[in-house]
């Protein structure tokens, strides 16, 4: 299942490198990309709950997420 999450806060590059590694961590994320010029996330999941896990691990690092699918 394959999600574009908009991410509203990145101001740089240290910021995508906290993204990324919190969405590495998360078992059942089979791939993902994201780059400070579109803030954009792209990302394949094994189920839905995992995607729901993703956004909530991403807001506690203070982001806000909107779900393009």
Do not use: A, H, P
């Amino acid at each position: 299942m394959k999600y574009e999450l908009e991410i509203t806060g990145i101001k740089c590059e240290g910021c995508i490198n906290r993204i990324k590694n919190i969405v590495s961590s998360i078992k059942g994320v089979t791939s993902y990309d994201i780059t400070l010029d579109n803030k954009i996330l792209s990302i394949t999941v094994k189920k839905e709950r995992v995607l729901d896990e993703v956004i909530k691990k991403i807001e506690k690092l203070g982001f806000e997420v909107n779900n393009k699918k």
